[in-house]
């Protein structure tokens, strides 16, 4: 038989013992206690990075010119439950080779979408549209074709994927009520319903 262990060393082990049994619990217990509601909060810096990661994108406008996206700045805006996202655009001549620069402005709503572990962007909405020196037939064309475009291209792009952790805590808690996606001043709260 081993001899007793000296009681510093007992109290070590003890701690050892009991962080190794509680460790398959800690993702649960950390995503629980990220708020006094219940959930956590995605910072508005990581929100920046992560969607300027999904640009630049191009897309055809009715054959005629090709639109890109690129360069989002995304702005909270809490009242709405909604973020606002501005993005530099240039619109390119097929024909004439002739490329404009702008500007795009729009909001949208988020959803979470537990079935895919993601929030995307909803019900996205362009505000506002301009581009600089472009004559005024192309302007016309610009604003019938662009705006559904690019309401198109950005409806349901996937702006955080949830890590696996959190996922699974979500996808429990949402056994009851649904979790809530909060747009708040400094970033995103997914709150758990109580």
Excluded: K
Excluded at 125 to 136: E, H, M, N, S
Excluded at 150 to 156: D, H
Excluded at 161 to 175: C, D, H, N
């Amino acid at each position: 038989m081993p001899p007793p262990l000296a009681p510093d060393r007992r109290r070590a082990c003890q701690r050892l013992l009991g962080a190794a049994l509680l460790s398959p619990l800690l993702p649960a217990l950390l995503a629980c206690a990220g708020g006094a509601s219940g959930g956590w909060l995605l910072p508005v810096a990581r929100l920046d990075e992560l969607l300027a990661r999904r640009f630049p994108v191009t897309r055809s406008l009715a054959g005629l010119a090709d639109l890109t996206l690129h360069s989002p700045r995304l702005s909270l805006l809490p009242a709405a439950n909604r973020v606002a996202t501005a993005l530099d655009l240039v619109l390119t001549e097929r024909l004439g080779g002739r490329r404009y620069t702008g500007a795009i402005e729009l909001d949208s709503a988020l959803q979470l979408d537990l079935q895919q572990g993601a929030v995307r962007l909803s019900a996205v909405r362009v505000q506002r549209l301009g581009l600089d020196q472009l004559p005024p037939a192309a302007q016309t064309l610009l604003a019938r074709h662009a705006p559904p475009v690019v309401e198109q291209l950005l409806e349901g792009l996937v702006i955080y994927r949830l890590p696996p952790e959190r996922l699974a805590t979500l996808r429990a808690a949402g056994r009851g009520a649904p979790p809530q996606l909060r747009v708040q001043p400094d970033g995103l709260r997914l709150e758990l319903a109580p």
